[in-house]
């Protein structure tokens, strides 16, 4: 009898939560596609500033989405403008040599279209050095675990931000000794040492942080920041076959703007969610000052600090995923030179994907200061 009382109630809590269970369309969001979005900290030497417009809850985004043409600058509080940004991509504009003063206040001025936007007027953070950059790899398949350490003895401000810039050298999955002139289509041997070398063996890929990387000490003793975790790299990642580097900019915020910034990364994590709690209406310190338009922001500034990481592929930290490349000795579709051997002129060939590196979304484009010499 206990049994059967005990499916009765199981069976009414189910139903009961179902029947709270309804997709949600927040009317805010679904009346306002065109929401500006302002995200940048004003900082001293280059200040990166991004502007797009909201998307509805089912909408893709596109790149209509960034907003194009805008007039972005630095003010200072007796109306000095910097030098205006350049729109560098889509949709992220970048002023370089801004060069702040701790006894003044700056705020960003944004004009598009018709509108000014602005935002507050602040006097610049001080923000301490990084103490370093770590990792661990706590077993082997597992992630490469990527974690900055902080501490600052003056105590003012007990909140941190953290951005990150990534690049990575990776080759191929096979080295091809020959290739194709694309000139007349002669075969060609490639001769790493004297050259011709093989260009589409080395590549390098880039890659920036997209959350919101925040940490508060306000409830610790000392202003001490360990063991932050700010990205994992999985095994199989090919960032962890030759050479990969990391730099990490750090920045002090206001409790203010941490707690938008923390707002603003928990509703990007539970949005898709059934569950998802309604987007909170926080809509940072930027405005629109000639007329009433929804934006959303919270434009900081703070003198940053940065610090890096090489981790070499000789660290063995990287784990190479099965990858069937089958060779062959016809040219068939998809198939490109692999190998050909002088002596008996026999020629393989194998697929593109597994002897171009360019086919595995890298670039030839090798930064000025990178340590190693491959083209």
């Not at 596609?33 to 990166?48: C, K, L, R, S, W």
């Not at 960003?108 to 301490?128: A, Q, R």
């Not at 994992?232 to 962890?240: D, F, Q």
Request: one cysteine or more; aromatic letters at 12%; glycine letters at 4%.
């Amino acid at each position: 009898m206990r049994l059967k009382i005990k499916h009765i109630i199981l069976f009414f809590v189910i139903y009961s939560l179902q029947s709270c269970i309804s997709e949600y369309n927040p009317t805010e969001l679904a009346g306002n596609p065109d929401i500006i979005v302002v995200d940048g900290i004003i900082t001293n030497g280059e200040t990166v500033v991004r502007l797009s417009k909201s998307i509805g809850i089912n909408e893709k985004f596109s790149s209509a989405k960034h907003l194009y043409n805008a007039k972005v600058y630095v003010e200072t509080g007796n109306g000095e403008l910097s030098e205006q940004a350049k729109m560098t991509e889509a949709g992220k504009y970048v002023i370089a040599n801004v060069d702040l003063k701790a006894d003044r206040e700056y705020r960003l001025k944004i004009i598009y279209n018709e509108d000014t936007l602005v935002s507050e007027f602040l006097s610049p953070l001080h923000t301490p050095e990084i103490d370093s950059i770590t990792w661990k790899k706590p077993a082997p398949g597992a992630a490469v675990e990527l974690f900055v350490h902080a501490k600052d003895t003056s105590n003012l401000q007990r909140f941190y931000r953290w951005t990150y810039e990534e690049i990575w050298e990776y080759t191929a999955k096979l080295y091809a000794n020959v290739g194709i002139n694309p000139i007349d289509s002669s075969r060609v041997l490639y001769d790493e040492v004297n050259g011709p070398r093989n260009e589409r063996y080395y590549c390098w890929n880039y890659k920036k942080s997209s959350s919101f990387i925040l940490e508060s000490s306000a409830n610790l003793s000392d202003n001490i920041i360990r063991y932050k975790k700010i990205h994992e790299i999985p095994a199989t990642n090919n960032r962890l076959s030759v050479l990969y580097y990391i730099i990490v900019n750090q920045y002090h915020v206001r409790k203010s703007a941490y707690d938008y910034f923390e707002n603003q990364q928990k509703n990007i994590e539970s949005m898709g969610s059934i569950f998802a709690p309604i987007p909170s209406e926080m809509k940072g310190n930027i405005k629109c000052i000639n007329r009433e338009i929804p934006v959303i922001g919270f434009v900081d500034v703070a003198f940053n600090t940065s610090n890096y990481l090489y981790i070499s592929g000789d660290e063995n930290l990287y784990e190479s995923p099965y990858t069937f490349c089958e060779v062959s000795k016809e040219m068939e579709p998809g198939y490109l030179p692999y190998t050909f051997d002088p002596m008996s002129g026999d020629m393989d060939y194998a697929p593109a994907h597994c002897i171009d590196c360019l086919k595995m979304g890298g670039t030839k484009n090798k930064p000025d200061f990178w340590p190693n010499s491959h083209l």
